[in-house]
């Protein structure tokens, strides 16, 4: 079955520093999503990638769609505290039904 | 102001017991989905409805059911708790769902604790 693997599985960096993590795939995925989570909230939409090799920005945060449409990258730049939370990648389902598939996460802290 | 919201956000129950989780979206939205996310932070689609259609049924145990009295609420019965039901539980709803690659929108979570 359609499976996302992400790493790193967590990640604990000093503020200001840049992030890097990705999201792999067995199957082709014609769009990629990255949420986060906030510790005792649900995902949030950060960035999502609709075509192969596009690169999008949100603020510090940019995310690329892989050219082989079986990778995304996600980074983040100048770290800070509130950029703590579990950033996950999500593609859609097979069978079109509109649901998602999510990676296991990456789970990030920022020491002040 | 709440877009997705879910009560309660936390419950305890004896297993064997039957409990429910209520999701509401006032966001217009045709389609809703539950998830479930285990210990180890994994996000599963359970079920989705649009138009209080029911559009996926992802193997969940048939002591789960879902019932959307309208399009804008989505609420879930659980029959006969189990330990391994222990897991947060998130709404979330999108403008389409269907064919579409709409954004979702998810609620705060209901923390089940089955003991």
């Known amino acids: 079955g359609q499976q996302l693997n992400q790493s790193p599985q967590s990640m604990f960096i000093q503020e200001g520093e840049d992030v890097s993590m990705n999201c792999t795939s067995s199957s082709i995925f014609n769009t990629w999503l990255w949420y986060k989570q906030e510790p005792g909230e649900g995902p949030v939409l950060l960035i999502a990638?609709?075509?192969?090799?596009e690169l999008t920005s949100n603020g510090r945060l940019t995310a690329q769609f892989g050219i082989t449409r079986k990778d995304s990258f996600l980074n983040i730049s100048a770290s800070i505290p509130s950029d703590v939370g579990i950033y996950f990648c999500?593609?859609?389902?097979?069978?079109?039904?509109?649901?998602?598939?999510f990676g296991q996460g990456t789970t990030l802290q920022v020491k002040p | 102001d709440t877009a997705v919201s879910q009560t309660p956000k936390y419950l305890v129950t004896q297993m064997g017991n039957d409990k429910s989780i209520k999701c509401e979206q006032n966001?217009?939205?045709?389609?809703m989905y539950w998830y479930k996310q285990d210990s180890k932070k994994f996000l599963k689609i359970m079920f989705s409805?649009?138009?209080?259609?029911?559009?996926i049924n992802e193997t969940v145990p048939n002591r789960f059911s879902p019932k959307s009295p309208d399009k804008a609420h989505l609420n879930l019965h659980i029959n006969s708790l189990e330990l391994g039901d222990s897991a947060v539980y998130f709404c979330?709803?999108?403008?389409?769902?269907?064919?579409?690659?709409?954004?979702?929108?998810f609620g705060p979570g209901t923390r089940l604790t089955v003991l």
């Open positions: 979330a709803s999108s403008a389409r769902g269907r064919g579409s690659t709409d954004t979702q929108y």
């Open positions: 999500a593609g859609p389902g097979s069978g079109n039904t509109g649901k998602l598939i």
């Open positions: 966001l217009g939205h045709d389609t």
């Open positions: 990638l609709y075509k192969a090799g």
């Open positions: 409805y649009n138009n209080k259609e029911l559009i």
